[in-house]
């Protein structure tokens, strides 16, 4: 059940939505509620901080010490050398360990939070944070006006989903003191992505496609060019194929139509090994050009889950697992 809220929570964002390899250290260990913070660099003259959002004004009044992430924060706290006491729950993977925080982050002595269901508010507020972040928390109309009262709250100013990977991280680093050094790990992750630009200048003006199998018959494409989730792709100098927008209707495409994917990299993710194999006895997905010339990436839930929540350090562990497939896209004809 858990597993399958928060499927639910990605479908969501996939049909929804319109629009973390710098230093990093482990924070020292807490008291009753599991890893502290370490943010030796940051300044006090930084405080107090405030920090509007969409439901209103988080003002943090001093170094926060006690953080609360609930959606993917401390991929940039990582970078600053700062641990959370408390982040969301990896549901996806049994260690429950995102793969591009180790050797980062040491998150061992945090409370991983159950946030594909009812957030348990209590447990949050026995951790006695000083902060909570929750900047592409989809969940947060249901609860901020509750978080708030328990810490200062810093959410998205318009909607889930719709921020940058940097305009977040920018907003996290505010709200801890460390602007400066965040734009640092920022400028860090944008070498990555160009000098991946530059590795494969064949990519320059190839199209793609991104979409995911969350049931039978199901099939979440994503058909906005500014959509968060496809910004990698637009920062590699690709463009979204002209026949996705021509064929899917409110992000769902039709099974027969399923050859409207098409495109020089076509990435599909699917929610289940099961679905995977359907997938791939169907005679239509088979058929797609980029499917048979092996330019297609086919991915788990988990994975299309990190595509569609770009942070500053899941998009090099992102260019890692792509580089492979993208490598035949920027050497076909």
Known sequence: MLVRNRLKLLIAALMAVTALVVAAGCGSSGGDGGGGTTAASSSSAAFPVTLKNK????????????????????????????????????????????PWLQGKIDLSKSTALDTSGDLNLEQVAALRPDLILATNFYSLADYYDRLSKIAPTVGYTDDAGIATWQENSTII??????????????????????DAKGGLPGLAGRTFSYSFYYEPGGLAVIDDPKTVSVQLYSELGMKLS????????????????????????????????ALKTEMNANKLFTAIPAVKAGRVLQVDAFTAGAVNNPTILNIPWQLDQLKPTLAKVAASS
């Open 173 to 194: 680093g505010k709200a801890v003191g460390r602007d400066a050094d965040v734009q640092k790990a920022v400028a860090a992750t944008r070498k990555i992505i160009q």
């Open 242 to 273: 002209p026949a996705v927008p021509a064929n899917v209707v409110d992000r769902s495409l039709s099974m027969e139509k399923i050859d409207a994917l098409d495109a020089d990299f076509v990435l599909i993710g699917f929610a289940t090994p």
């Open 55 to 98: 439901f209103g004004t988080a003002v943090v009044p001093a170094q926060p010490k006690r953080i609360i992430a609930l959606s993917y924060e401390e991929d940039t706290l990582a970078t600053l050398g700062i641990t959370p006491i408390a982040y969301a729950k990896n549901e996806y993977k049994a260690d429950g360990v995102f």
